[in-house]
């Protein structure tokens, strides 16, 4: 199927979400962002924002601010992979020109493949030996 190249899909389906969150993930303050790869050749799109965040019309704002940035950066997105951007009450407070520029960096940022030498732990330290 041929597609425009800023034309995104949405995620709408609870399985969706959820099969993001098993992916590669990255995030700023404002945001996370989860990818995997899909069966579509458009990229899919998915937005969060729990109810720790705020009431309703905060959250509402968030993904408000959320899809502009999206569609801001529409044309960096990959084919073949879907994408879940989590919302934090900072979005309401961040200028939006730095949303722009964070996704831009983390899309770049989960793609890119890790060296060995890169450890795929938590980040919490070291572990324990056993």
Same mark, same amino acid.
């Given at each position: 199927?041929?597609?425009?190249?800023?034309?995104?899909?949405?995620?709408?389906?609870?399985?969706?979400?959820? @099969?993001?969150? $098993?992916?590669? %993930? &990255?995030?700023?303050? +404002?945001?996370?962002?989860?990818? =995997?790869?899909?069966? *579509?050749?458009?990229?899919?799109?998915?937005?969060?924002?729990?109810?720790?965040?705020?009431?309703?019309?905060?959250?509402? @704002?968030?993904? $408000?601010?959320? %899809? &502009?940035?999206?569609? +801001?950066?529409?044309?960096?997105? =990959?084919?073949?992979? *879907?994408?879940?951007?989590?919302?934090?009450?900072?979005?309401?407070t961040e200028p939006f020109t730095k949303l722009v520029a964070d996704l831009g960096a983390l899309i770049v940022r989960v793609h890119k493949p890790?060296?060995?030498?890169?450890?795929?732990?938590?980040?919490?330290?070291?572990?324990?030996?056993?």
């Open positions: 199927m041929e597609h425009k190249p800023d034309a995104l899909r949405r995620l709408r389906k609870r399985s969706q979400f959820q @099969r993001a969150a $098993r992916g590669n %993930r &990255a995030g700023r303050s +404002a945001f996370g962002l989860q990818v =995997v790869p899909a069966e *579509d050749a458009q990229p899919g799109i998915g937005f969060t924002v729990t109810k720790k965040t705020g009431n309703s019309p905060e959250r509402n @704002r968030i993904k $408000r601010r959320l %899809r &502009a940035a999206v569609t +801001a950066c529409a044309r960096d997105f =990959v084919d073949h992979h *879907d994408y879940v951007l989590v919302g934090r009450r900072e979005a309401l890790r060296s060995p030498d890169e450890r795929a732990s938590s980040g919490r330290g070291p572990r324990k030996p056993r």
